[in-house]
C-alpha cells in the first residue's frame, strides 16, 4: 500500500468534520435570497483547495454565482487534468419530509445525511482531498491538476458557457474529471459515457380574471385546472408513448450490442421497487428499465398547481393553473428544437377557453463519451484496484448540461466517475451519501491520478 493512500485511510474523522462544515453552508443556487450564501460557499471551496496546497486558486466573478478555479502545473510532458465539480445544491422542499436539519449533517448507519452529499460537494470535495493526500505526503500530485469548480449546475450553468469562452487559454487540459454521477451500488463502481441532454419549460394557464365562485359558475365558465389536467395527460398515450409530433424523429438509435451491453448491469427491479416504496413500475412499452431511465427521451411533470390546497374547504373556480416539466433527452435530439415542438403542441391544443403562456427554462444537449479515450483504462484500472471490482460502464438519466460546453468550447472530452448509491436520494429529502464508498473512492481517484502519469506527452 502506498503511503498517500495510507494517509487517506489515516484521516477519515478529519474528512467528515471538515465535510459537515462544507455541507453546513446552505448554497442554494435558485434562491435569490441567497446570492451573499453562494460567495460564501465559493469562498470556502476556494480555502479547501488553498489547504489542499492547490498554489494558483482564484474565486471569479460571473454573470451569476461565482466560478472557483484552481490551478497546478508543474510539468509540461504531463497529462493536465480539470477537475469539474458544482458547490450548489438543490432546494430543501419539502423540509417536513427530511429526518434531520438538511444543512446538518447526521452520520446514520453507514451514510452521511444532509444536501449536497452526494450531489455535488460531497464528491468535489472527494477530490480535494485526492490531492490533497499527495501534496501532504510526496509534495506534489503526479499529474498536472487544474479545478473548475462552479456554483449553477443546479440551474443549468448559465454563466459559465461565457466564462468558458472568456478563460479558453487559462483552460486547457487534457481530459476533464467529473464527479456527479453514481455508482451501481455500494461498492459497485461504474463509469458513465452518456449523460442525458435537458429542455426545461413551465404552462402558466389563465381563465377568468379572478376566482370564481364554484356554484354561480360552475357549468359556465372553463376550469383552468381541469383544462391543463386534460392537455397534460395528452402528451402520453397508455403505453407510455409522448404523443407530441416529432419528438422522437432525431432519436439515435441504439446498437443491439449496446443494448446487450447494458442489459449485463446488474438490475433488481424488486430491489428497486422497495427502495423508492413503489408496487409496480411503468413506461414506455418496449423497453426495458434501464434502458427507459438511460437511453430512452422522457417527458416527466415535476410540479402542477392551480385552486385551493390550504386545510378546509373553500368552493371556487381557480382562475390560475400552473405546470412545470422537463423531458430528458437522448444523441440526437436538440434542447431547443424539443422546446420548439412542445410549445407548439400546448398552443395547438389549447382551447380559446383559456389563455396560455408558455414559459422556457433552458436545458443542455445530450453527449455520449467515446469509450475509446486514452484517459478510460486508467481510470477503469483504479477503480477495479481500489474497489476489488471491475467498473460497469453505463449511461446516465440525468443531465450535465454542461459537458457538452466542454466538448463544444474547449474541444476536451469528459470522464465520468461518480460515488453516490442509487439509494442517495438525490434532489430528494434526506439525501446521502455512502461512507465506504466515499473513503474508497477518495483512495481511487489517488490511484487514477498516478495511472494517469503514464500517459506522458
Not at 483504479?382 to 474547449?410: E, H, T
Amino acid at each position: 500500500m502506498s503511503d498517500v493512500v495510507k494517509f487517506v485511510r489515516s484521516q477519515h474523522e478529519r474528512y467528515l468534520q471538515e465535510l459537515k462544515e462544507y455541507l453546513a453552508i446552505p448554497s442554494i443556487s435558485s434562491d435569490p435570497e441567497k446570492t451573499q450564501t453562494m460567495v460564501e460557499t465559493a469562498v470556502f471551496t476556494a480555502e479547501l483547495l488553498r489547504n489542499a496546497g492547490c498554489p494558483e486558486v482564484k474565486v471569479n466573478s460571473t454573470d451569476g454565482h461565482p466560478c472557483v478555479t484552481g490551478s497546478w502545473i508543474f510539468d509540461e510532458s504531463l497529462p493536465t487534468i480539470m477537475i469539474y465539480g458544482h458547490y450548489d445544491v438543490q432546494p430543501v422542499d419539502p423540509l417536513d419530509l427530511w429526518n434531520s436539519d438538511p444543512f446538518d449533517a447526521q452520520i446514520v448507519g453507514d451514510t452521511i445525511v444532509a444536501r449536497g452529499s452526494a450531489d455535488d460537494k460531497g464528491q468535489l470535495f472527494m477530490h480535494i482531498k485526492a490531492v490533497e493526500a499527495y501534496t501532504k505526503t510526496v509534495g506534489k500530485p503526479p499529474i498536472n491538476i487544474k479545478f473548475l469548480l462552479e456554483g449553477e449546475e443546479e440551474i443549468a450553468s448559465p454563466s459559465l458557457a461565457a466564462f468558458l469562452e472568456k478563460n479558453k487559454d487559462d483552460l486547457k487540459a487534457d481530459i476533464i474529471i467529473i464527479s456527479d454521477t453514481g455508482m451501481i451500488g455500494p461498492g459497485k463502481p461504474a463509469i458513465t459515457y452518456g449523460l442525458k441532454g435537458l429542455t426545461y419549460m413551465e404552462l402558466d394557464v389563465t381563465g377568468p380574471d379572478h376566482d370564481l365562485h364554484s356554484g354561480e359558475f360552475g357549468g359556465a365558465v372553463a376550469n383552468p385546472v381541469e383544462i391543463l389536467a386534460r392537455m397534460v395527460a395528452s402528451v402520453k398515450d397508455e403505453n407510455g408513448r409522448i404523443q407530441i409530433p416529432g419528438f422522437y424523429d432525431k432519436v439515435a438509435e441504439v446498437t443491439a450490442e449496446e443494448r446487450a451491453e447494458l442489459a449485463r448491469v446488474p438490475f433488481d427491479e424488486t430491489d428497486y421497487k422497495k427502495h423508492i416504496d413503489v408496487d409496480a413500475l411503468w413506461g414506455e412499452e418496449g423497453f426495458s428499465t434501464v434502458e427507459r431511465t438511460w437511453i430512452r427521451p422522457t417527458f416527466e411533470v415535476n410540479g402542477m398547481w392551480g385552486g385551493f390546497i390550504e386545510p378546509g374547504a373553500k368552493t371556487v373556480l381557480p382562475s390560475k393553473a400552473g405546470l412545470k416539466m422537463s423531458m430528458r433527452l437522448v444523441p440526437d435530439q436538440d434542447p431547443n428544437e424539443i422546446a420548439d415542438l412542445v410549445e407548439d403542441y400546448f398552443n395547438k391544443i389549447a382551447p380559446d377557453t383559456i389563455k396560455l403562456k408558455v414559459i422556457r427554462h433552458g436545458g443542455g444537449y445530450p453527449v455520449v463519451v467515446s469509450l475509446d479515450n486514452p484517459f478510460m483504462d486508467g481510470a477503469t484500472k483504479a477503480l477495479n484496484d481500489a474497489f476489488n471490482q471491475q467498473p460497469y460502464m453505463i449511461r446516465g438519466g440525468g443531465s450535465i448540461p454542461i459537458v457538452a460546453d466542454f466538448k463544444k468550447i474547449l474541444g476536451l472530452d469528459s470522464l465520468l466517475v461518480g460515488f453516490c448509491s442509487p439509494s442517495a436520494r438525490v434532489h430528494s429529502p434526506n439525501e446521502n451519501m455512502d461512507l465506504p464508498s466515499f473513503f474508497t473512492g477518495i483512495e481511487s481517484l489517488v490511484l487514477m491520478y498516478e495511472n494517469f502519469a503514464d500517459l506522458k506527452k
